[in-house]
């Protein structure tokens, strides 16, 4: 972290846009030997393998003005971007589908974003384009790893990729001195593993991962290894794509820790769940597409999110939603400021804003996940207390005491656990 | 994709056989290839050369990636792939075969028998172009449900131990092998149906007339006339079925299930998920020999000038 150069060397940023330029041209095909050697994919880590020092990096950098010795302030973002935010009163803001407010008659329109336009007089554009972690990443990451801008000035990923995110250095520090509200965080979530203090990322919203059935179809399912071995769910069961999920689910049910495992634990769980795999057992992996297949009931029992199954919950009140008495996934999902954002200011009253606890309250009352606002429960209590006591969006110390987080990961470790989690999918 | 590009080609040599052009003339073929050869360069070989230095690159994501001509990536993905591989092509070509006898009725009798409905009857074929490849796939979800109306009648008649015997469903359609041929052979249909309706279409009637009058009953008529006459619609529409169809791997992820992934599957995790460029590029590229070559022969074999 620390011998992470905070700027892009742009020695790097260079180079990827001369390739791109040259493909663009055309010109790749009258010395393609230099088109070849020109084509490498550069690290996105600042020390990477040319060796490039961030000393003479930052020399080569100098077109213009301030080009002083070590960058040691991580704020300064490596395209030296102005904040706009002033003058340019807009913000735009990335997010995952249905993961906020909806206006009842009108799909397009989220209530709290008017309020919050009404408020401060600043335009948000809300794009729901974030519908998987690793996608979104593969999209953005070749415009950050070259200096540039991307779109959103503010968006929504889970821990473990916020952890990633800061590894690599794409994120900006959070100005919390705009954010009075952030005193309004659940103590629990203030000091986590990735980012103690919470400086480069706030928490949107929580939720667990657990085990969803329908009792038309199964008796109940109680824990991950009756889902796993009983031969009644025989090719009745899906589990998530979402490694953590999964995997931290069936950790825990081996009676190991997911925030704090060995590799030879690891490889037990993945035994585990390969020898269900090769049994018929489980019919497939998902995202929140066994929604469908669960209240049809193709699906008999799955691995499954809380906002989901209690949004189901509305329509289907016969479904079930069982966290297990050996432990549940406790992930976050995390607003996280890019570098190159032209709005930060904007981007940060945004922030504060939901942390009023009304504010998240009409959020929560609309998404059904787990908020991170200190005095939400208070404020729907008033207004929609059948959400407010529903112990899966506020749940009880006693349920927060079997959650646990996914422990961080190294590349290598990453890479190693996702291609034995790949296997187990078929590819 | 090459062979796509490689039909219009073939089929622009006719207009050069004309009286002696003068020097102007003589390059306006160039110029009227230009946007489509700029496209194919842009859009096709230079991707497909950065895909081909991808593939010899090692390196990580976070370390970054350097050419270092390490050939073994593709014997690795090679034999850890190979089941995706042959699944690929042994889907393909069932859903070939399927969209080809549900395809080559229907192209019979818009071109022959339909009428005044022809045209209707032409644009329910592409119909199915008005939504969203996506919904019409999970669509399918619903109708092979477990407890759906497919699956009911197969259990009913007995046809279900039929397709378990053979290993291509497991008690249930959904989530299995047949599945994924159903939902390709779907999707793709329209690309069958086109191209067959398009050479039936312009068999001269009155071959079937003298036919008739050579004392030939129907069938042998087909078989000896129509059949041979509609391969270059055949040809046409085979592969513009099997190629898509091989590299597809939506119809696999929503119909399939863990057992039964496509090579299209493979690359998408290999890609986006396990983030390894050089296996993916590898494995793309592979691919793509592959279909290229099996493409080849097929079209030599079926004979390339037929294909007008």
Redesign the interface.
Known sequence: MNEQNPTIPPALAGRAGLTRRN??R?A??AS?AA???A???????AG???GSPSGSSSSSSSGSSESSGAPSSSSSSSAEVADLSDTDKTVTWSSWPEYLDVDPKDANKHPSIDQFEKATGIKVTYVEDVN?N??YF?KI?PVLAAGQSIAADVFVVTDWMVAKLM??GYLQDIDHSLIPNFKNLNPDLLNVSFDPGRKQSITWQSGFAGIAYNPKVTKPVESMDQLLTDPALK??VTLL?EMRDTMGLVLLDLGYDCSNFTDAQFDEAVAKVQKA?SA?Q????TGNDYA??LV???IAACAAWTGDVVQLQADNPFLKYVLPAKGCTLWSDNFVIPKGSKHKKNAELLINFYYQPDTAAEVADYVNYISPVVGAKEALLKSDPSVANNPLIFPSEDVMKRAHVFMALT?DQE?RY??AF?K???? | MSIAAALPAGGHHAPSAGPAPSSRSKFTPYFLLLPAGLALIVFYVLPTLTLATTSLQTGSLEQGYTLTWHWPTYGEVLSQYWPQFARSFGYAAGATILALLIAYPLAYTIAFKAGRFRTLMLTLVVAPFFTSFLIRTLAWRQILADEGPVVSFMKATGLMHLTDALGMTQGRVLATGLAVVIGLAYNFLPFMTLPLYNSLEKIDRGLLKASEDLYANSWTTFWKVTWPLSLPGVVGGTLLTFIPAAGDYVNQQFLGTISNTMTGNAIDSLFLQQRQYPQAAALSLVLMVAIIVLVSVYVKRAGTEELV
């Open positions: 493909l663009l055309g790749g095909l393609t088109f070849l050697a084509c490498g994919i550069k690290g996105t880590n990477g393998p040319s998987d690793n996608q593969a990451q590894r690599l090719g009745k794509t795999v018929g489980i019919r497939q992996f469908q297949g049809s009931g193709d590349e890479n996702n291609a790949s187990l999918m078929g590819s």
